[in-house]
Structure formats: structure tokens, C-alpha cells
């Protein structure tokens, strides 16, 4: 891996994934909203930031994503789901990094391996949810492994050595995870980021469109 470019750079996972792929040799593209400006869920505002970019990008990572949705935590019932809860979900948690490989798309090679990846969740797991509730990003999720399960079809047929993946980074200690420290065990966003690395290195083409932990364990639709 030569070139990597990195989508939310400036987040506790992004920030650590450009140190370990810089520890790691390799020349990196950070973009941010916080220090570039870019809106993943403005798609003025990607085309602009990524339409300027050459090809020739070895990993394209999404490493964005929001846990609470218009302000609201995630519900425990059914009667605290709200539209607008749901709609600023969906808007960060699928249809930005959606939007991210629809212009990211042309940057990855055609002719070596070439990885798109994006951080989901274990919760937005269909087969895996057990204990219901946190509606709104739980269905955001689910909504955008479909996105990187069709996107490997798609994929497939223009880059034949490239992967799309669906990844669960664990519980990191980010201002993300703040509000739930105390019940899940949490990795360091460094630990985080080189277990996701080395997951990506693990896997090959037959991979593409598959959804795995940060252990590289697949993770149930």
C-alpha cells in the first residue's frame, strides 16, 4: 500500500488511522470537516473536495459517523424514536459514506488491489441484534452495509482486485463512546486503528462486500 486518503481525518479513529498508515510508509490524503470544510452528507461539498483529487489511491476509508442523531442519545423504545432523529442518522451514517464511494469510486486503480472501506457497526447487524432498541442508528447501519454489499457487485465489474468492506472498529475511547464508558471495555483509537489495518491487509478480492470486527471475525448481515 502506497497512498491512502482518509475521510474524517480529524476524529479520534481517523486521526489514528493516518498515524498508523504514515508509521506504516504510507503517503496519506487526510480530509476532515474540521480542518478542510468537507460535509459528507453535502454532495456539492464532496464532489468539490474529492473531484480534485488524481487516482491512484491503494485504501479509501470512511471513518466518519455520529452515535446520537439531531441531539437525541440512541432510543430505548419505540417512543422515543423521532423523524428528525432518524433523517440526521441516516444523513451522516449512510448517505454521506454512500456518497463518499460514489466519488471516491474513480480513485482507486482498476488494474492492482484497490480497498474501500468504511466504519459500520456490530449493532447495525440484523442477524446480531438481540437486544433491540437504538432504532435510528441501528437502521442508518444496517442501511449502509447494504450500500457496501452492492457497491462490491458494482465494484466487482470495473476493479476485479479491489475489495468494499464493512468494518467494526470495537468500542474506541473517543468522545463518541464517552457517554457509555462504564459498559463496554474500550481499545485506545491506536489500537483500534492498527487492528482495523491489519484486518484490511488480511483479506482479499473473494472478501469484497463482506462485513468483519476489528479481530477480522465476519460480523452477520
Excluded at 470537516?33 to 468539490?48: C, K
Amino acid at each position: 500500500m502506497k497512498r491512502a486518503l482518509v475521510i474524517g481525518a480529524s476524529g479520534g479513529i481517523g486521526a489514528a488511522l493516518v498515524t498508523q498508515l504514515q508509521r506504516r510508509g504510507v503517503k496519506v490524503h487526510p480530509l476532515s470537516r474540521r480542518v478542510d470544510g468537507l460535509d459528507i452528507t453535502n454532495e456539492a461539498s464532496l464532489a468539490a473536495s474529492l473531484g480534485g483529487l488524481e487516482p491512484g489511491y491503494d485504501l479509501v476509508i470512511c471513518a466518519t459517523g455520529a452515535l446520537e442523531g439531531a441531539g437525541h442519545p440512541p432510543e430505548r423504545a419505540l417512543k422515543h424514536l423521532t423523524a428528525e432523529a432518524l433523517a440526521a442518522q441516516f444523513a451522516v451514517n449512510c448517505i454521506g459514506p454512500a456518497l463518499v464511494l460514489k466519488h471516491a469510486l474513480r480513485l482507486l486503480p482498476r488494474d492492482r488491489r484497490a480497498v474501500f472501506a468504511v466504519l459500520s457497526a456490530r449493532v447495525g447487524s440484523i442477524g446480531d441484534n438481540r437486544l433491540g432498541g437504538w432504532y435510528s442508528y441501528r437502521a442508518a447501519k444496517a442501511a449502509l452495509n447494504q450500500v457496501i454489499r452492492s457497491g462490491a457487485v458494482e465494484m466487482a465489474r470495473s476493479h476485479p482486485q479491489g475489495l468494499c468492506l464493512a468494518l467494526h472498529p470495537g468500542t474506541v475511547a473517543t468522545p463518541f463512546t464517552d457517554s457509555y464508558a462504564g459498559r463496554y471495555a474500550r481499545q485506545t483509537p491506536g489500537e483500534a486503528a492498527g487492528h482495523l489495518l491489519d484486518v484490511i491487509a488480511s483479506l482479499g478480492p473473494e472478501d469484497t462486500g463482506s462485513f468483519h470486527d476489528w479481530r477480522g471475525a465476519p460480523v452477520p448481515w
